[in-house]
């Protein structure tokens, strides 16, 4: 396994510039098996979860290549639609293949998933989906078994609005007989992108960005070229380390929009921050005010952000309230941040984050993908040296991470443990 190695304290001051979206290219890839053709994906970020993916689609029978961030796929022999154990206990997004494979070849096989080391996500929203659309689910041995000869719209509405779930059920949807009215959708961005995705393939989806997304099956879909969206929580994260320790910070090649709420609440707490249309500037404060927040669905606080505004508001000067209503149990990351100074402690699915005037460098390990990245924040503002261990974690979700950093001036490499 590798490690990272921070040396930290050094203030922060340059460009970078943020990759695609993790959590939009990974359904855009499941949709490519929809239909047996050729696609062309630009801007696809080169991690451990887009390699996982393209595992699985060539067990699938999907020719691959990948080279300089540009993916192409050619779906035309896939003839095994199976998703096994193996693959899918690494990665959860791997279930975004139930939809299409259900679509194209009226059967699916796909192991229950797995993924983080934090929390039980059932996937009976994605199941449900499928049962209403007119498929037969059954769970044998670990494995969701659906078959349907045909597919037919029908009203789907999700009593917690899902990403994983809207995109699953868009996904059956699109080839569909009739019309599927899906309701209290997820309006997410990698949610839109997907409906971009399947709308240039051919398919019918209104109400894009709204919780009612209305879906007219067609016939036909066709290979498309396309290019991947901004990943909002990649560069939120770069944002974040500017409020932390940045003198002069220019995050280049993002959606602006996109990052509505995370702006506000950096100026809240003290930042200085100059928007572009795709580039936002941040310095941080003299001091870093104590600002809370409650985690929501889209447009609301991300849940994919929480651990990283702790890692800020460890250092602020006062007393926050972190309250995640999305995943009440991610908060494997308090333990660590507190080896290396901070003041957390827990009730429920609320942390208390009393801010330290400084943090200390010490070994910690990294237990997901945003826990390593609240983790790598916080040592590169704490004295001295951190060893953080079994950053495969941060590998699923950020592309060379340790690169941009230390191109920012980061004193900042990674090692083999």
Known sequence: MDKIIIIGGKRLSGKVTVGGAKNAVLPVMAATLLSPDTYHITRVPDLRDTRTMIRLLKIIGAEVSFENNVLIVDTRKCDHPEAPYGLVKTMRASFYVL?????????????????????????????????????????????????????NGSQIKFEVSSVGATGNALMAAVKAKGVTVIENAAREPEITCLCEFLNKMGANISGIGTHRLTVQGV?????????????????????????????????????????????????????????????????????????SIKTGVYPGFPTDLQAQWMALMALAKGTSLITDTIYHDRFTHIAELNRLGAKITLDQNTATVTGQSKLKGAPVMSTDIRASASLILAALAAKGRTDISRVYHIDRGYEKIEEKFKRLGADIWREKE
Request: aromatic letters at 6%; charged letters at 25%.
């Open 99 to 151: 939809g299409p494979l259900l679509s194209r070849f009226g059967y699916a096989k796909v192991s229950l998933p797995g993924g983080c080391a934090w929390g039980p996500r059932p996937v009976n929203f994605h199941v449900d989906a499928m049962r209403i659309l007119g498929a037969e689910v059954n769970l044998e041995e670990g494995y969701i078994i659906a078959k349907s000869k045909q597919l």
């Open 219 to 291: 016939e036909e879909l066709h290979g498309i070229k396309f290019e991947v969206i901004p990943d909002r929580i990649e560069a939120a994260t770069f944002l974040i380390a500017g409020a932390m320790i940045g003198d002069e910070i220019d995050i280049r090649g993002i959606n602006v929009s996109h990052l509505e709420i995370v702006l506000d609440k950096l100026r809240d707490s003290g930042c200085q921050i100059m928007e572009q249309k795709d580039q936002v500037t941040i310095s941080g404060g003299e001091i870093i005010l104590p600002r």
